[in-house]
């Protein structure tokens, strides 16, 4: 258990929807990183915040937005949804943004989307 | 601009025999490295990491890596394959400006008994 934890574990939407996954980094984490994984792509980095500020934008399409609330838990919101967004959404956590820290995984959040 | 290599999206090998798993970078900053193992429907678990101190790193699960600049390589062995160790294995480097990973493509390990 990485101390990170992601609801829902499964969402199952059809197209044209709008969804939410959420994120709660492990305690004391300030850093937030979204990747999703997929067959074709692989594992992508989205977007990292950090103590609340955007920090870094990855391959994120511009239907998927984040924030990172003062709590320090993070939401990716998934809009107008496509069959391709259908992928497995991973929340890791950092102590800082420091790139030598290592990101601490959650389980993931599996999208379909139908 | 920050790249990573996995030669070999799949390897078999026998239980006992030794595991390597090639993984080559390609980065314009000096380079964090990373493999980290995802075991079925789970998320990613560090294994190892390379920082620019010991160039040779000891990992969880008696794995290990040594980082060779000259061939921007930091590939990851295991001298004894055990059955548990089927998973799939992902190198992934750090270190640009936006803090991200970039990963690999995998390589999934499958042990034969």
């Known amino acids: 258990d990485s101390g990170v934890t992601q609801t829902p574990k499964h969402l199952i939407t059809a197209t044209g929807q709008r969804v939410t996954l959420r994120c709660s980094p492990r305690?004391?984490?300030?850093?937030v990183y979204w990747y999703q994984q997929s067959l074709d792509q692989g594992l992508q980095f989205l977007i990292h915040y950090y103590n609340g500020e955007e920090r870094a934008k990855g391959n994120i399409l511009e239907r998927f937005s984040a924030q990172q609330f003062p709590d320090l838990h993070s939401e990716l919101n998934l809009s107008s949804l496509e069959l391709g967004d259908s992928a497995l959404y991973f929340c890791?956590?950092?102590?800082?943004?420091?790139?030598?820290?290592?990101?601490?995984f959650g389980p993931g959040t599996r999208l379909t989307v139908l | 601009a920050q790249s990573v290599t996995q030669l070999g999206s799949h390897v078999s090998v026998s239980e006992g025999a030794l595991v390597l798993l090639r993984c080559n970078y390609s980065s314009s900053v000096p380079p964090y490295l990373f493999w980290y193992v995802q075991y079925p429907n789970q998320g990613l678990q560090l294994l190892l990491k390379?920082?620019?101190?010991?160039?040779l790193v000891k990992g969880i699960n008696g794995f290990e890596a040594e980082f060779k600049k000259s061939e921007t390589s930091f590939h990851l062995t295991k001298p004894s394959a055990h059955m548990s160790d089927a998973a799939e294995y992902f190198c992934a480097v750090g270190g640009n400006a936006g803090n991200m990973l970039t990963f690999g493509g995998g390589t999934r390990l499958m042990v034969k008994p």
């Open positions: 305690s004391g984490d300030l850093s």
């Open positions: 390379y920082t620019s101190a010991a160039t």
């Open positions: 890791a956590s950092s102590v800082s943004r420091r790139p030598y820290n290592e990101q601490f």
